[in-house]
């Protein structure tokens, strides 16, 4: 039996709580039971939020959540609770429940080099102060009690923890502001104890529990036991009354699938605090690196067939606002040849040269028709020809600068490429696809881990520019993102780390 099935029991469901990745931990939600599963809706409809915890340790998060559901369940808030799978361990929680409801003390000792022994649960990138102090020292006869102050600017959150050790102690305090941070419960400065020394590190011993305690078991059975405990002098703890957890908790998903993303997207913010705004003057810059900003692209032309993009023939536009309410993505095609004219005219609207920019040593460099960061360009296009009159099957990189198609392999066969999607049949109605290819070192050198979120939006960008100049030649444009990376990566010849293949759109001529 589990924990779960305790919380079950009381009429409550546990759901899994998302931590911006700048808290490390894990956090449980005590929702309703008709909560319980997950509703996979895209309006992510509002769930309410009895309770929440977290903790360094997940199994401590889900016992402190069980405790909370007994709370509700029993009443009672003059008293501590403890939830957990043994009788010993669920006393042990309840005292110390009880006891973190006592009124802080005037004075208290500030805890030093505290980290060096308890893990933080905080990023060690977030600009924020988290200090520790101690209240006691065992000799009151009552066990180490641990008050803990998050600060960020003019906000700040406090929490408090008690246990048999100082070490416990801090751990405890810690989860509480692990627990309030996952909300966002910041408030206004408070009032620091009067601080009458400094402990450095962590002491060491163990205190005896609180006597005099009140002791009642009220619950034993499925998914483990329920203790209340009572002390002199404790008041009712305030827990907040009509929340409601984020909108996206009904598409939650467990943190540990998406990790690494998370912690990527904190790693590449931009922090005052560490100076890691980039430099943004172009004429700050080295005449070689100007130089090298003038050739964003890749070049096959000394090894490959060219074909020059037609400057006439293609069809007239539609009006923007005719083609962006008549795209669909997918609208059927019809498998007839598209003409060159009308690719071309596609690649000029989407990444062509439109303008020049000149530094004050002279230097030009080429203006694009879709924004980019710093003028880089972190990307590349690729067409697969399959059927465009005028232009020879095969992969062919797209040469912005010098408006050519040039041939890279004439040898893979499309159908063998439609099998590494997942939507074979319908790939194999395009007439071509083209290939988005983040070019991620082109921004590495100036804008760091920044530049992976700038190569996707870029291509992003792209993307959006080649399906819409499609839609206003009448032309279908279907967006594709399932498909086999590391297949892709080899057939445009890219690494797969350093640039790769990140989208697909397909194009090809509307059916009557």
Request: aromatic share 6%; net charge neutral; with cysteine.
């Amino acid at each position: 039996m589990t924990l779960d099935t305790l919380i079950e029991s009381l009429g409550f469901a546990v759901r899994p709580y998302p931590l911006p990745a700048r808290l490390l931990g894990t956090a449980y939600a005590l929702v309703p039971a008709e909560h319980r599963t997950p509703r996979l809706e895209p309006s992510g409809a509002a769930v309410p939020l009895l309770a929440l915890t977290a903790s360094q340790d997940p199994e401590t998060a889900l016992r402190r959540l069980a405790a909370r559901a007994a709370q509700l369940r029993l009443g009672g808030e003059t008293y501590g609770i403890g939830a957990a799978a043994s009788a010993d361990a669920a006393a042990h929680d309840a005292r110390h429940d009880a006891l973190e409801r006592r009124t802080p003390p005037a004075t208290a000792r500030r805890l030093t080099a505290w980290s060096d022994t308890v893990r933080s649960p905080l990023h060690p990138a977030w600009d924020v102060r988290l200090d520790c102090h101690l209240y006691g020292d065992g000799r009151d006869g009552l066990a180490p009690w641990v008050g803990a102050v998050l600060r960020r600017n003019d906000r700040e959150i406090r929490a408090f923890g008690c246990d048999t050790t100082v070490r416990g102690a801090i751990g405890r305090a810690l989860d509480g502001v692990l627990t309030l941070a996952a909300e966002d419960r910041w408030s206004a400065p408070g009032k620091d104890p009067e601080f009458v020394g400094e402990v450095e590190g962590v002491p060491e011993g163990e205190w005896d529990e609180p006597v005099g305690a009140e002791m009642r078991t009220v619950h034993s059975g499925a998914g483990g036991t329920v203790v209340q405990c009572r002390l002199p002098g404790v008041a009712p703890r305030q827990e907040p009354v009509g929340r409601f957890a984020p909108v996206d908790l009904s598409l939650g998903c467990d943190p540990e699938r998406v990790r690494i993303s998370r912690t990527f997207h904190e790693n590449s913010k931009i922090r005052s605090a560490f100076r890691t705004l980039p430099p943004v003057d172009v004429d700050r810059l080295t005449p070689d690196t100007r130089r090298a900003l003038t050739r964003p692209y890749r070049d096959y032309g000394r090894t490959r067939t060219e074909q020059p993009w037609p400057v006439e023939g293609a069809r007239p536009l539609l009006p923007l606002d005719t083609a962006v309410r008549h795209r669909r993505s997918a609208a059927p095609m019809s498998r007839a040849p598209m003409q060159l004219a009308d690719l071309a005219r596609v690649l000029e609207l989407s990444v062509g040269v439109t303008g020049i920019a000149r530094a004050p040593d002279g230097v030009e460099l080429p203006l694009r028709a879709t924004p980019s960061a710093g003028g880089l360009c972190s990307y590349d296009l690729f067409v697969l020809a399959r059927n465009v009159e005028g232009l020879a099957p095969g992969v062919h990189y797209v040469h912005p600068g010098r408006r050519v198609l040039q041939l890279v392999d004439g040898e893979r066969p499309f159908e063998d490429m439609a099998a590494h999607t997942g939507y074979s049949g319908r790939v194999a109605e395009a007439a071509a696809v083209v290939v988005f290819v983040a070019a991620f070192r082109r921004g590495r050198w100036k804008y760091g881990e920044r530049g992976y979120r700038m190569a996707l939006i870029e291509c992003g960008h792209v993307a959006q520019s080649v399906v819409t100049a499609a839609a206003a030649l009448g032309l279908v444009a279907h967006p594709l993102a399932g498909f086999v990376d590391d297949y892709f990566d080899r057939l445009v010849g890219v690494n797969g780390t350093d640039d790769a293949v990140v989208h697909l759109t397909l194009l090809g001529e509307a059916r009557a």
